[in-house]
């Protein structure tokens, strides 16, 4: 079994910052890939930001320059530090890894629960 667990969100007020993690944990031989998605209220889920293992990013054009996504491989976590927040990045925040175990050699896309972030204007 693989969990992850987000931490970080909260109520902010525009132009403010906040820093969300994500620790994976469980029977985890490898973590590849690590992401976070967001969802607006009435919109589909969309990518944010994304970390490869060797620490390539990328980025959804909205968050590029205030956004910075970042891991720890030794703690199995993954960072999103959020600057200059705007009413429009109000949404539930989600963890994406994409993780072999050592009962599945299979890379598999595991999800966190989500955490909150709501930006007041």
């Known amino acids: 079994q693989v969990q992850l667990v987000e931490s970080g969100g909260g109520l902010v007020q525009a132009g403010g910052s906040l820093r969300l993690s994500c620790a994976a944990s469980g029977n985890i031989l490898r973590i590849y890939a690590m992401a976070w998605y967001r969802q607006a209220p009435g919109k589909q889920r969309e990518l944010v930001a994304s970390?490869?293992?060797?620490?390539?990013?990328n980025y959804a054009d909205s968050v590029k320059g205030r956004f910075t996504i970042s891991r720890d491989n030794a703690k199995n976590t993954v960072y999103l530090q959020m600057n200059s927040l705007a009413p429009e990045d109000t949404a539930v925040y989600y963890c994406?890894?994409?993780?072999?175990?050592?009962?599945?050699?299979?890379?598999?896309?595991?999800w966190g629960k989500g955490t909150l972030v709501t930006v007041s204007s």
């Open positions: 994406n890894a994409r993780i072999s175990t050592t009962t599945n050699y299979s890379a598999m896309d595991h």
């Open positions: 970390i490869l293992n060797g620490g390539s990013t």
